[in-house]
C-alpha cells in the first residue's frame, strides 16, 4: 500500500536548544531528567500550551505572539483540572522570556508550557492536592506562512471528545488522543488532515486547529460549545476579519455539507498558522487554490505576528535578544 503525504509535522533543527526551564530555574537541556516510572500516570492530566515567537531581523527581537492569552488558557486548563498552579501567570511569563533570552533565540520559536502532576497517582484516582510541576520548552519552528498551497481534508469517521467527557476546552495532553485517530485515519486515506464532527453531528475543529468557510462573502466559524478547544487563533482572525477586511463573521454551527459548497477554507491555530484547505472529501474548494480572502488573512497575519504591523499592538510581546 502506499501512502500519501503525511500530515504536517514540526520541523526542528538538529541541535537542540542550550536551556529549557523546569522546576523553578534553567536547566541545561540534556540534564532535564525525570524518572521513567514517572512517565505514565503523571501525565495523564498534562495540560500545556503551544505559543509561537516569530524572528524579527531588523529588530533583533522576537515578538511572542498572544502570550497573555495563552497563559490565560494555561490556567484555565489547569482550574479545570484542579491543578494548583506552581506559579503566577506573570512568573510563567517572565520564565519564558528568561528562557528566549538565555538560549539566544534568534529565529522563529515554539514555545510549550507543560503542567502536570507529579506524583504517581494512578489515572483513575483523584490528584487533587497532589503538587504539579511546571516545564517549558522553547525550540527552532519553521512558519508556513511564506508558502502554503493549501490541503486536502476528509471528514473524520471519529467523532470529537465533549465537554462532559474529555472537555475540549481543557488543552490537555490526553485529549489529543481523539485528534491522532483522526490523523492516522486521514493520512491512511490519502488527506492532509482529519475535519471531526461533534456528537450532535456538526462540525467541530481539525486534529489540530479551526475551520473557518467563506460563502458568498461572509465568514462562518463553529461556536466555542461545538467541542473545540478556545482557540486564540481563531479569536485573532474574527478581529482581523471584522475589523480590518471588513467581512461579516457569523459564529454558528455548520453542516458538513457548507464545507463542500463553500468559496474558501481555511484551519487555523497557533502551530497552523492559516492553512487553506483546497478541497474536502475530494470536493474541490472553489477554485482549488487558496482562496483571495483566506491570502490577504495570510498577509496580515503575518506582519501582525512578526512585530511589523500597525494594528493590535496589545497582542505582541517583544523580546529583544542581544548579541
Ligand atoms: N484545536 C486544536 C485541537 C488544537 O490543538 C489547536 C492548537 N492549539 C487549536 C484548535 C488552535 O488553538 P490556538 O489557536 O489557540 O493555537
Known amino acids: 500500500m502506499t501512502i500519501k503525504k503525511k500530515a504536517p509535522t514540526r520541523t526542528q533543527n538538529t541541535s537542540n536548544p542550550r536551556y529549557l ?5 534553567l536547566i541545561p537541556w540534556e540534564e532535564a531528567n525525570v524518572h521513567i516510572t514517572s512517565m505514565a500516570w503523571a501525565s495523564i492530566s498534562a495540560v500545556f500550551e503551544g505559543i509561537r515567537a516569530y524572528w524579527n531581523d531588523k529588530e533583533k527581537e522576537l515578538s511572542v505572539f498572544r502570550l497573555d492569552a495563552h497563559i490565560k488558557r494555561l490556567s484555565n486548563s489547569m482550574k479545570l483540572m484542579r491543578m494548583v498552579p506552581p506559579l503566577g501567570e506573570n512568573d510563567i511569563e517572565n520564565a519564558i522570556a528568561e528562557l528566549l533570552t538565555s538560549n539566544k533565540s534568534r529565529e522563529n520559536i515554539y514555545i510549550m508550557p507543560f503542567a502536570y502532576f507529579s506524583g504517581s497517582v494512578p489515572g483513575y484516582k483523584s490528584a487533587y492536592q497532589q503538587p504539579a510541576a511546571l516545564f517549558i520548552t522553547a525550540v527552532p519552528t519553521e512558519s508556513k506562512l511564506e508558502s502554503n ?4 481534508c476528509c471528514i473524520s469517521s471519529w467523532t470529537r471528545i465533549s465537554d462532559n467527557s474529555m472537555p475540549p476546552r481543557v488543552k490537555g495532553i490526553s485529549n489529543y488522543q481523539n485528534s491522532r485517530l483522526v490523523s492516522t485515519e486521514a493520512e491512511l486515506n490519502g ?3 482529519g475535519i471531526i464532527l461533534n456528537s450532535q453531528g456538526k462540525v467541530s475543529e481539525s486534529a489540530y486547529g479551526c475551520i ?3 460563502r458568498d462573502g461572509v465568514a462562518y466559524t463553529p461556536p466555542t460549545t461545538a467541542d473545540i478547544l478556545e482557540s486564540i487563533t481563531r479569536d485573532t482572525i474574527i478581529t482581523l476579519l471584522q475589523e480590518d477586511l471588513n467581512i461579516p463573521v457569523q459564529v454558528r454551527d455548520l453542516d458538513r455539507t457548507e464545507l463542500y459548497v463553500s468559496n474558501e477554507m481555511f484551519l487555523c491555530g497557533t502551530y497552523a498558522e492559516i492553512d487553506p484547505v483546497i478541497s474536502v472529501d ?10 483571495p480572502i483566506t491570502e490577504k ?3 496580515i497575519y503575518k506582519r501582525l505576528v ?7 499592538h496589545e497582542w ?3 523580546i529583544h535578544i542581544p548579541d
Not at 282 to 291: A, E, T, W
Open 316 to 318: 505582541v510581546s517583544l
Open 282 to 291: 475530494r470536493y474541490v474548494i472553489g477554485n482549488g487554490n487558496p482562496g
Open 21 to 25: 526551564w523546569a522546576f523553578g530555574k
Open 212 to 214: 473557518f468557510i467563506i
Open 297 to 299: 488573512l495570510m498577509d
Open 191 to 193: 488527506y492532509d488532515a
Open 306 to 312: 512578526y512585530g511589523e504591523s500597525n494594528l493590535h
Open 149 to 152: 498551497l493549501g490541503i486536502s
